[in-house]
């Protein structure tokens, strides 16, 4: 789907695909989700959220986020 494999690899999974329904239809339910969270709009966080991401990073870490 995102085209990490190798040609040999992805000939086999093409392969694979045409002879399995049930992983077609779980592939294809993967691929539409995948269209569909790439056409949505991204909202920023909340700066409360990035606050409290910040803060529990760095009781975590021993670094300080401020």
Excluded: F
Aim: charged fraction near 35%; hydrophobic fraction near 30%; aromatic fraction near 6%.
């Amino acid at each position: 789907m995102y085209n990490e494999s190798d040609n040999h690899r992805k000939r086999e999974i093409e392969q694979e695909l045409q002879e399995n329904w049930v992983l077609k239809e779980k592939y294809n339910v993967i691929k539409e989700s995948a269209e569909r969270l790439s056409r949505m709009k991204l909202q920023a966080p909340r700066k409360q959220t990035i606050d409290a991401i910040m803060d529990y990073a760095s009781c975590t870490s021993g670094i300080s986020s401020r």
